[in-house]
């Protein structure tokens, strides 16, 4: 007799919460990761398959591997429903996409036959499937029949997350972002300028209005990016969707000005011009094959390409290395041309907590002067360094510990005294969350700085309420986050030469005569 679906193992969702929630798709890939793990599966966690199951099903139910729903068609069809030879099916699978059209086997299917290739950067061999059961089919069958408007990628970081036990998150500094709190960090930094510059252009004459939407849409396309701490890439896939945006909005103002066809500019912005560094192999996967989906579902929509047509494939798109950023040169890891923005959300790991392999990467990038400093600041540091000469803009989010007591004088101290490190815009402190279950609520700081000086310079504050926010424009901002000029206060041993040593300050010991019984 065929096995039945554990009800206990069944994805539903918490009352009030609509089926059609990112939410709720998450429960059904944590439904499956508990099954798997009832059934004896080991090495499911960030570095097993449940991602890589979770990107198909994205992507299937998106259209990019031609009609949208085939490869679950296909595999409800091609496998037995006691769920014996799932397995094998996505082997097979895995090596049809990364073969090119012409150098496939004979003897493919019509659903198999159309399938895009995929490069072998982007879908790497080598990981290992569990043996799968009739209700890990069953489960995997049901999210694939989930409606598509749930799909963002951006909580594919959300799935890793949720994947690694609190102890594994808290070891690796991992805190996934949501797309709401990236806009935080992409607005200041640079989307808030183009959107300006484009309001601009639209209050001008026709005949101006035309050169000066033209000149703002070269600009972005020639904008470099770099997420030197990227996980799964959702800054990086933000981004993008934010850029694409401010190009449809270019273009239809340029439609607007009487232009079509050929009066339109041809290249658009693409993934080719986002790169990202990540340390984890299982997370770097996820970037390169999250980006392709991204871009392909932009494409998609903008070329008006029908339901039945595959995506194309992605030889020329993000460029996600995987490696310790920290122990590499960013520009010339990525052929030495300068980034025009560098962004991110490094790993949060405090002093205490530190295994030995990052403490070596604390001792390389500050040597003798780490001290106290988290983790996160290391990436600040290694930012600061490649910016003299530059005209690069970082922006950070950080542990907001940075900013506060010991750890300003030991990371800021060294920088303002070199000189040419400047704040162009903080958000003071606030708790950066998560959209997955088991999400940490971590209080963070955003920092954007560069080599130029600005002025006025932009900071906000959470006041009451979650999302309501004072905004100031000061001069300057100092690294305890407040307006104007301060230079950090380092710690001393002793007092000065005008001020008696204290030794016990005020200790109530009654001349000696105060006597203490249990």
């Known amino acids: 007799m065929q096995p039945q679906v554990q009800p206990r193992l069944e994805a539903r969702s918490a009352p009030g919460v609509s089926d059609r929630t990112p939410e709720a798709w998450l429960a059904q890939f944590d439904a ?104 890990d089919r069953a489960l995997l069958l049901r999210a694939r029949a989930l409606p598509r408007a749930e799909r963002s990628p951006v909580i594919f970081g959300d799935l890793l997350q949720s994947m690694l036990g609190r102890g594994e998150r808290r070891d690796q500094g991992v805190h996934y972002t949501s797309e709401a709190r990236i806009g935080r960090l992409t607005g200041p930094l640079f989307m808030d300028a183009l959107r300006e510059r484009l309001a601009v252009c639209r209050s001008m004459p026709p005949a101006q209005a035309r050169p000066a939407l033209r000149a703002l849409h070269a600009r972005i396309l020639g904008l470099r990016f770099l997420d030197p701490a990227c996980g799964c890439g959702n800054i990086l896939i933000v981004t993008l969707l934010a850029l694409r945006g401010l190009e449809d909005d270019i273009l239809a103002s340029l439609r607007g000005l009487g232009l079509s066809g050929d009066g339109l500019p041809g290249s658009r912005v693409g993934a080719a011009q986002l790169h990202g560094i990540e340390l984890a192999k299982p997370a770097a996967r996820i970037a390169r094959a999250l980006m392709w989906i991204t871009e392909a579902t932009l494409d998609r929509r903008r070329d008006g390409r029908g339901p039945d047509e595959p995506a194309s494939p992605n030889p020329g798109g993000s460029v996600i290395v995987q490696g310790n950023a920290l122990r590499m040169h960013w520009r010339r890891s990525f052929g030495g041309a300068e980034f ?133 424009w000061p001069l300057s901002i100092h690294p305890y986050l407040l307006p104007g000029r301060a230079r950090p206060v380092a710690a001393r041993g002793s007092a000065g030469a005008d001020i008696p040593r204290a030794v016990y300050g005020s200790k109530p010991v009654d001349g000696g005569a105060l006597l203490l019984s249990a």
């Open 32 to 135: 499956l990761r508990a099954s798997l793990a009832e059934g004896g599966a080991s090495g499911q966690g960030g570095d097993g398959a449940l991602p890589r199951l979770a990107m198909w099903t994205h992507a299937d139910a998106l259209g990019l591997f031609g009609v949208p729903g085939i490869l679950r068609r296909c595999m409800e069809a091609e496998t037995h429903p006691d769920g014996r030879d799932l397995a094998g099916w996505f082997t097979r699978l895995i090596c049809v996409l990364r073969c090119p059209p012409g150098q496939r086997p004979a003897g493919l299917g019509p659903g198999w036959r159309t399938l895009p290739w995929l490069s072998r950067e982007m879908l790497p061999a080598g990981c290992a499937l569990p043996r799968f059961q009739a209700r």
């Open 340 to 472: 025009d923005y560098i962004l991110g959300n490094p790993p949060f790991v405090g002093k205490h907590l530190r295994n030995q392999a990052q403490k070596a990467d604390m001792a390389l990038v500050f040597g003798r002067g780490a001290g106290a400093l988290d983790l996160c600041a290391a990436w600040l540091r290694r930012a600061a360094d490649q910016l003299p000469g530059t005209r690069t803009r970082v922006a950070f989010v950080l542990t907001s510990s940075l900013t506060q007591g010991e750890q300003v004088h030991l990371l800021w101290g060294p920088l303002l005294k070199r000189g040419g490190v400047h704040i162009h815009f903080a958000y003071r402190s606030f708790v950066w969350d998560a959209e997955g279950p088991g999400s940490a609520k971590v209080h963070c700081v955003i920092i954007g700085f560069g080599a130029e000086s600005v002025s006025p310079t932009r900071l906000f504050e959470q006041r009451s309420g979650k999302d309501v926010e004072r905004e100031q």
